[in-house]
């Protein structure tokens, strides 16, 4: 299967949607963990999920220092090298904050 080569171009582009996207979404992550500790919910508390909130907040903050830095090389392989890296991040700091959100809705409920 022969791949396609990546372009500088689309390269940058998407860095910079995925450099917005895991900024917002860490921002997210810290406004759910102040919810819980203001709201005194002990039951939502006592659980993993506001830990899980702060473990993907701290991934979509390192995702964002490493587009950062992707973002300011000028070696196209090192570049390559920490997108692959952030979409990894990205994806597992994602998927820490959906799990999050299944355990504070069986805690509650």
Known sequence: MNQVPRK??????????ILTLSATLA???VTGVTLFHTMGNN??????????????????????YIIFFALRTKQGV???NLEKLADTLFLLALTGMVISGFVMLYTVL
């Open 27 to 29: 921002g997210l992550c």
């Open 78 to 80: 090192l570049a390559v």
């Open 43 to 64: 039951a939502v508390r006592a659980t993993s999920a506001d830990d899980l909130l702060v473990t993907s907040a701290f991934l979509f903050l390192l995702c964002t």
């Open 8 to 17: 500088g171009v689309w390269l940058r582009d998407e860095l910079l949607h």
